[in-house]
């Protein structure tokens, strides 16, 4: 078997890869029958015709974009999209803005947070699973 991360050889029952140290089937760039480089989206290897195993973390992620996006579209004022996505200190700064700013504000400073709790939740569902998890699961981006 080989390592999807770095396409060296492993051993079948290893749980991690001795060359990266990533679990052998975490990433999606080789082969695990012959070790040629794939692209994210195939299915088949070019080389052996071997389908290629999708247990990428994409996949495999507790942090759904579909959840997200309507956590960040309904309750986007609160910041609950963010603490959904392990966010925080930016979940505290929504839910803190919506409620003291908006009781000072008479509810502008809410709607402002909901306004970008609205626009984050739509990004998130526009995004590719790819890209949500690359972009918000993996790197944690904290603002759209």
Same mark, same amino acid.
């Given at each position: ?7 060296? +050889? !492993? @051993? +079948?029952?290893? %749980? ?10 975490? +990433?999606?760039? *080789?082969?695990? @029958?012959?070790?040629? $480089?794939?692209?994210?989206?195939? %299915? ?7 389908? &290629?195993? @999708?247990?990428?973390? /994409? ?10 996006? =309507?956590?960040? /579209? ?5 910041? /609950?999209?963010? *603490?959904? &996505? ?5 979940? /505290? ?5 919506? =409620? !003291?700013?908006? =009781? =000072? ?5 809410? #709607?402002?947070?909901?306004?970008? #709790? &609205?626009? +984050? ?8 699973? %790819?890209?949500?998890? $690359? ?8 603002? *759209?």
């Amino acid at each position: 078997m080989y390592c999807r991360n770095c396409g060296n +050889e !492993i @051993n +079948e029952n290893a %749980e991690i890869c001795p060359s990266c140290g990533v679990k052998p089937l975490a +990433e999606k760039n *080789f082969c695990q @029958n012959c070790g040629v $480089e794939t692209k994210t989206n195939q %299915e088949i290897c070019v080389k052996c015709g071997v389908k &290629l195993q @999708n247990t990428s973390n /994409i996949l495999t992620s507790s942090k759904s974009k579909i959840a997200a996006g =309507i956590l960040g /579209i309904l309750l986007g004022s609160l910041g /609950i999209h963010k *603490f959904y &996505l392990g966010y925080t200190v930016p979940g /505290i700064i929504m839910l803190l803005v919506s =409620i !003291i700013g908006g =009781i =000072i504000t008479l509810g502008i400073a809410a #709607g402002v947070m909901g306004t970008i #709790g &609205l626009i +984050e939740g739509i990004i998130y569902l526009t995004k590719t699973d %790819e890209d949500f998890y $690359e972009i918000y699961v993996k790197n944690k981006k904290t603002w *759209f």
